[in-house]
């Protein structure tokens, strides 16, 4: 007898077989309980580099154009990663309400907050970013993804794609996330591992669902089977 892994109460494939397709990620997500007032709030958490914005953005059009709240645009370059209490008031506040947030986005060019953008209660937000499963948001979340790519592939890859002129900011950003993770790490408590592979993403149990029953993800004792 094996594990079996369960996503309101459906079964999910165990880490040594392949996982299931995004669509059918997208239907479970659907079936959660809402975890912030009216939304199912889902974290898509990683390193920079991982490849979060590229799945969030693929996993909200198989939502049917899911809101994808990005974690770059309530961070700056004064609070990389001390932007908590803003988000807790702009945004998972008036989600508990069953309410519109409303939020700055920060423009990295003109080192400014940009006017209000409204981000509506929708069934299903992501929250795409580094940081996006801390301590402080696990509990209004209803599933916390990570992006399963090591730190130094992760930077080499945002430092190839941002270019020489980022150079600087990146060996900043580097010391930031380090510090960040080792005081607040998210991965212990994924719900599902996102892996990339040639031919699309594998979604696999994560370390949180042998933390027990009370989560929105569980394990039990029976056959292991596919989705």
Do not use: N
């Amino acid at each position: 007898m094996g594990r079996y892994y369960t996503v309101s109460g459906k079964r999910l494939t165990p880490h040594y077989t392949s996982g299931y397709a995004i669509h059918d990620l997208a239907a479970r997500l659907r079936g959660l309980p809402p975890s912030c007032g009216p939304v199912r709030l889902i974290g898509v958490d990683g390193h920079a580099g991982s490849g979060k914005s590229t799945f969030a953005g693929r996993l909200a059009r198989a939502l049917g154009g899911a809101p994808v709240l990005h974690l770059d645009d309530v961070a700056s370059h004064e609070q990389l990663f001390d932007w908590t209490g803003r988000l807790l008031t702009e945004v998972i506040a008036p989600f508990s309400r069953g309410e519109c947030a409303r939020y700055a986005p920060y423009d990295w060019r003109a080192r400014t907050f940009g006017p209000p953008r409204p981000l509506p209660p929708e069934p299903v937000v992501l929250i795409e970013g580094v940081g996006a499963g801390r301590r402080a948001l696990r509990p209004h979340l209803a599933l916390l993804l990570w992006m399963e790519l090591p730190a130094e592939e992760s930077w080499a890859r945002g430092r190839l794609r941002d270019g020489a002129e980022q150079r600087e900011f990146w060996a900043g950003w580097v010391a930031a996330e380090r510090a960040h993770f080792a005081e607040d790490p998210s991965r212990p408590r994924a719900d599902l591992l996102v892996h990339q592979t040639p031919a699309g993403y594998e979604v696999l149990p994560g370390p949180a669902m042998t933390l027990g029953p009370d989560r929105s993800v569980t394990q039990g004792e029976g056959p292991s089977a596919m989705c």
